[in-house]
């Protein structure tokens, strides 16, 4: 369990930027600042309860492992107001340039250089594309089930502003045409070339 800090203020120190590091201050600052991350890595015990050590049998980073560490310094009670550097991930994946936040997390996630599987336990949800023929209106599974640890959702939509992150998610899981059949395995009086595909949200995040 965590040392030398208050069970009830989540809030971390802030991060010190090394350069070009604000991708993975970023990073950082965004997963501490989700209830349920908050809630594995305060109790995570690194020295057992996670994995066994800051690198896996098959070479990899356990990114649990690091983000434990770093949430557990970041929390510390005595240093709340000093900024710290995320070290961990400073050794492993800074290089002096900048970067993208969401490709750091991919990195970060599950990558052949470092895995977190208890981080994407956490986030990661899952959808299914749907199409409807656009002669019968039959759906049908276009590609099977699809996991995903991240999406990029448009804030504008035919020629406007999304109001809100609500908004922008259920028009980004609306039905949309498209110029294409869809083989519905029926037999319908004729092929139609407008159908229909969408994203079914099957499973979201924690």
Known sequence: MLCDSDAKDSRTRRFRNAGNSCYINA?????????????VYAGADVSGHLSGGNTRADGRIDGDIGI?????????ATRKSQPMYPQ????????GTQDDASAFFQQLSNSNRCIA???VGLLQGRDRPLGKC???GQVRDLAGFEDFTSLSIPVQAEGRSLKSV???????????????????????????????????LYTSPS
């Open 166 to 200: 609500q908004e922008a998610i259920d028009h980004y899981f609306k039905w949309e045409d498209v110029d294409f059949g869809i083989d519905c395995h029926a037999h319908c009086p004729g092929r139609a070339l407008h159908s229909q595909r969408r994203c079914l």
């Open 134 to 136: 656009g002669a019968c």
């Open 117 to 119: 599987p208890r981080l």
């Open 27 to 39: 990073t950082m600052q965004a997963l501490f600042a989700v209830p349920p991350v908050q809630r």
């Open 68 to 76: 434990a560490n770093v949430y557990r310094e970041a929390r510390s």
């Open 88 to 95: 961990i991930f400073l050794e492993r994946f800074y290089e």
